[in-house]
Structures are given as C-alpha cells and as structure tokens.
C-alpha cells in the first residue's frame, strides 16, 4: 500500500515514528512523509535513509484560525490528490484538523493520533471553545482516531467531538526498548542530578523547575539541574533565550542545549523531571522510565499514566513549585537503592504497556482489517479520486 504521513516538522518523523515508519517498509509498503522541511541536514539525511520519500509542507505551526488555515487546506489537498495514497496517518494539532478536512473532500482514509491537546487548551476558555468547534467538524468523517491517554479520550467524548465508535487508545508513540535500554543507577555520594528534558516554554513547567532548583540548591549544593531541549521562540508560552542564559549565570541550571540523542544525558541522571501543565504521553518520561530512572512529574494527562506516585516517582501538582520542591525533596530523602529500585521499577511498566510493537500492530490492523471493512477499500481497489 501507499502510505502518507502528515506532521508539523520532519524531525518529528525521526524521533517519534521511526520504528513504525521501518515496519511498514519491512512489510513491503511504501512511505512518504509531507511536513515543513527541517533545518537539520541530518534530520533529512535520516528520513532518506528510513527510505520514505520526503514531500515539504509550507505551514505556520502557530494558530488555529480556519481562515489564515485556508491555504494549508488547499496545499494538503494538493498533496493528497498528487499522492494518492491508500491512507493518511496524520499527528500534530493543525495537521490532524486541516488533514482531515483535506482528506474529507478528497474520500481519502485518515486516520488522526491525537498527541496531546497543546497550548489553545491550557489559554482560556475562548481558544478552547475554537478549538472543540474545528476539532468536532474536522473530525465528523473520521472512521478512526488514536489517543494517547485516557483523559484525552474522555474530554472529546464529553464534549461530544466524537463518539465512542472513532476511538482506539495506543500507549503514546511507543518506545524501542532495545534502543532505550537500562543503564546502571549513578552513584549519588557526592551529587545528585535532576534532568528536564522539553521544549524550554512555560507550558512544560519550567519556570517551577527553576524555582525549585533555585530552592533546593539553597540548601543541598550537590544537587544539579540540568536542561536540555530547543528553545521554541515560536510557541506562545517561549522562554527568551536571555532569560535561560541569566538563570545558568546565576548558576541554578545547567542548560544542556539540544541534542540528537538524549540516552547518555538519561544514564548520568539519578531523576528524569517533567512539570508539565498537560501531555498526551511524554515522550521524554517513557524513555526516562525506560532506561530505569525514576520519574518526577505533574499529576496531569498523560503524565499520570506513564508514572506510578510513590512507586515509579513522584507526582506533584501541576503550576505549583511548592509541591514540586516537596517531591524533589522526598525523592533526595531515598536510599540509593530505593531509588534505584523505583527506576526498576519503571522499566517494568515500560515493558507491560509502552513496548512499540503495540504501536506497530495497532496500526497494522488498520491496513490489514480497517482499510477493508470500514473504509471498504481493498488493497487493490483502484483509486478514482
């Protein structure tokens, strides 16, 4: 079959869908990516290597207006028709709508993953009412559509965006254990390190991460908190890159920049840390969690379900430094091998429910039974449209 993938950014591609992206060409199909071109030569060299063709989407990635949204319509639709592909798998907020209304005039099968609910939901009712109405009329012709947490799931269905009959849960993008293997648990004698990897925005919580850091290291010097994740000047909630660099001079975080491989950052934590105010399933928890570090997190979707309190990590209250100083503090209280236990622990539960061959099979059950008995396409069916 032909398959079309549609995202906010070809790095994306690289760093969430590889695995699936390498199943499906294994199982003989063939792939084409269309999403905005990334800066990175590696990040395009790699997708040529995956072996999926790369096709450039011109879009903002901010906002969600339908008028200034017009043209990306018509620029998918464009895409869509050249491609012709069986079926669109579609992630990312603009992406999913205006793919789907795209897809819709087309008759083409598209299938959204909803990764999370993104900024509109966290800046007031009025940007969440717009968002609910684009989101319930895009969504109408859609057979199918991935969540990855239940509390994402339940909020659409309560709000009657879509019904029951639309809904399969996957456990997040799923992670590749082999890759993101355990690594042994630091020795916490003479420092102890706390690792936030996200994008550096307000909505990720890292402005409580760096009050507490600023607590915390008051009273233990030996403790270090350390940032790695691109500074998002684009997203409405950016941290100025003039504040990060006052906060390293200040000396309470160490501000890693970004990297392609986040693993050797995770081995020489002792707690991977994410304060986030909303997620769909984090990304940077699973593979945290997956390595054997313990968690610390806010009690939010999707967080809440990649970590269990007091067992895996911690859970605080989201947008509250407070609690989050007194997790920290509870988590620095362990014994280092109840700490390294709690990492153990974690990599159990990645194993139990966040392996990708969920994913992958979640999704090969589309091509091989959806596409033919809700979508009445058969593998051969000639495309008209």
């Given at each position: 079959m032909h398959i079309l993938i549609t995202v906010n950014a070809a790095?994306?591609?690289?760093?969430?869908?590889?695995s699936l992206i390498e199943a499906f060409i294994s199982d003989g199909h063939t792939v084409a990516v269309l999403a905005p071109p990334d800066a990175s030569v590696s990040v395009m060299e790699d997708l040529k290597l995956l072996g999926c063709r790369f096709i450039p989407l011109k879009m903002d990635?901010?906002?969600?207006?339908?008028?200034?949204?017009?043209?990306?319509?018509?620029?998918?639709?464009?895409?869509?028709?050249e491609e012709r592909p069986d079926v669109v798998f579609s992630y990312t907020i603009k992406n999913n709508i205006f793919g789907s209304l795209a897809a819709a005039k087309l008759g083409i099968p598209f299938v959204p993953n909803i990764t999370g609910l993104g900024t509109a939901f966290l800046s007031g009712r009025f940007l969440q009412k717009i968002s609910v109405y684009l989101y319930r009329y895009a969504f109408q012709r859609n057979r199918i559509i991935?969540?990855?947490n239940h509390d994402d799931k339940n909020f659409f269905l309560n709000h009657k965006i879509i019904t029951n009959q639309q809904v399969r849960l996957v456990p997040g993008s799923g992670i590749d254990l082999n890759h993101f293997k355990p690594t042994n648990y630091p020795s916490d004698h003479e420092e102890t390190i706390f690792l936030m990897i996200a994008r550096i925005i307000r909505d990720k919580g890292v402005i409580e991460y760096v009050e507490t850091a600023r607590e915390i290291k008051s009273k233990?010097?030996?403790?270090?908190?350390?940032?790695?994740?691109?500074?998002?000047?684009?997203?409405?909630?950016?941290i100025?890159?003039?504040i990060v660099k006052s906060w390293v001079n200040e000396g309470i975080i160490e501000y890693l920049g970004i990297s392609d491989d986040v693993r050797p950052h995770i081995?020489?934590?002792?707690?991977?840390?994410?304060?986030?105010?909303r997620e769909g399933a984090p990304r940077t928890l699973i593979e945290g969690a997956s390595m054997a570090r313990p968690i610390i997190?806010?009690?939010?979707?999707?967080?809440?379900?990649?970590v269990e309190n007091s067992k895996t990590g911690y859970l605080c209250k989201a947008r509250n430094k407070n609690d989050l100083i007194r997790c920290v503090k509870d988590f620095m209280s362990l014994q280092h091998e109840e700490k390294a236990l709690m990492g153990r622990l974690g990599r159990e539960k990645m194993v139990r429910s966040y392996d990708d061959t969920i994913i992958k099979q979640a999704y090969r059950n589309i091509l091989e039974i959806d596409?033919?008995?809700?979508f009445k396409r058969p593998l051969l069916e000639k495309k008209n449209y």
């Open positions: 790095w994306n591609v690289i760093n969430f869908r590889r990635r901010e906002g969600l207006n339908p008028i200034k949204n017009f043209a990306l319509i018509s620029r998918m639709k464009k895409a869509f028709h991935f969540f990855q233990f010097p030996n403790a270090r908190f350390q940032v790695l994740g691109c500074i998002d000047t684009a997203n409405r909630s950016a100025d890159a003039k081995s020489r934590s002792h707690c991977v840390v994410l304060p986030s105010y997190a806010s009690d939010v979707p999707g967080c809440r379900e990649v596409l033919v008995s809700y």
